[in-house]
């Protein structure tokens, strides 16, 4: 028989805790005397170690306490508490998805506030909405492309598109130099600092849609809003779309002007 202090020597534990688990019921003294003095035999160690075990493993009080009671109603104890065990990893898998879940929703808003530039409440609020029951895929929402609007090759190629909310170092650069460009909307879109920006993101573009600019201009005139509408790309609201097209176009027939002034040399 183990005293109460030897056995939270033994099991390197509080004495308080084994009060607790007593409190409780999840282990209770073998042998009390004068209503004073708590002992514990070996079954009570042994059931110790195994509370001590299930705690490791995450498991809570309560859970502790349907995992004896299982173990104490069923046939073979083994099988009783793989069953429990099993159930456990069950739990801690929707748990991690929970987490997922709740991780890109917090950058999804993230990037929400970095690309308009403000707190748009109702709006965001909308889109975390519309990602709530989509399916992760690799903790992100991946948008769904309609044969009817693309074909197979150029669905491979949206499919490699960084995601809003995910951590895609891809997906920083974008939001970042999104935020710039709103940032700079002020500035005409062909002074020095909007086409300093217009390269960068031109060039990001095409590193996204793999050199393809047909598929690039497709996929913009999709995005970008009819009057009084939001575009299906959060962020991308009229004004800054026809700003971002201005300072595109202008950087393109100056690049363009320049190679032809190249090759005529």
């Given at each position: 028989m183990y005293s109460i202090g030897e056995l939270a020597k033994i099991a390197n534990i509080s004495r308080r805790t084994l009060h607790y688990y007593n409190e409780i019921g999840l282990l209770s003294p073998t042998k009390i005397k004068n209503n004073l003095y708590r002992y514990y035999d070996e079954g009570a160690l042994m059931k110790l170690q195994k509370i001590l075990l299930l705690k490791s493993l995450g498991f809570t009080l309560e859970q502790m306490k349907e995992v004896f009671v299982k173990?104490?109603?069923?046939?073979?104890?083994?099988?009783?508490?793989?069953?429990?065990?099993?159930?456990?990893?069950?739990?801690?898998?929707?748990?991690?998805?929970?987490?997922?879940?709740?991780?890109?929703?917090?950058?999804?808003?993230?990037?929400?506030?970095?690309?308009?530039?403000?707190?748009?409440?109702?709006?965001?609020?909308?889109?975390?909405?519309?990602?709530?029951?989509?399916?992760?895929?690799?903790?992100?929402?991946?948008?769904?492309?309609?044969?009817?609007?693309?074909?197979?090759?150029?669905?491979?190629?949206?499919?490699?598109?960084?995601?809003?909310?995910?951590?895609?170092?891809?997906?920083?650069?974008?939001?970042?130099?999104?935020?710039?460009?709103?940032?700079?909307?002020?500035?005409?879109?062909?002074?020095?600092?909007?086409?300093?920006?217009?390269?960068?993101?031109?060039?990001?573009?095409l590193e996204f849609f793999q050199g393809n600019a047909a598929l690039l201009d497709k996929y913009w005139s999709r995005i970008v809003p009819e009057a009084g509408e939001t575009s299906p790309v959060y962020g991308h609201d009229r004004e800054l779309a026809a700003y971002i097209e201005e300072m595109i176009e202008y950087f393109v027939q100056d690049e363009q002007e320049d190679r032809a002034g190249r090759e005529s040399e």
């Open positions: 173990s104490g109603q069923a046939h073979k104890e083994n099988e009783s508490w793989i069953q429990s065990l099993e159930e456990q990893m069950e739990w801690i898998e929707r748990e991690k998805n929970e987490l997922v879940r709740k991780q890109l929703l917090l950058q999804t808003t993230i990037h929400a506030i970095r690309m308009s530039g403000k707190i748009e409440v109702r709006e965001i609020n909308g889109l975390i909405q519309a990602l709530q029951g989509r399916e992760l895929d690799n903790g992100a929402v991946r948008p769904v492309f309609s044969r009817e609007d693309f074909t197979q090759e150029e669905i491979e190629v949206l499919s490699g598109l960084p995601v809003l909310g995910s951590f895609d170092p891809r997906a920083e650069r974008y939001v970042e130099l999104i935020g710039a460009i709103r940032s700079n909307m002020h500035l005409s879109p062909v002074s020095p600092e909007a086409q300093r920006l217009a390269e960068q993101l031109y060039h990001l573009a």
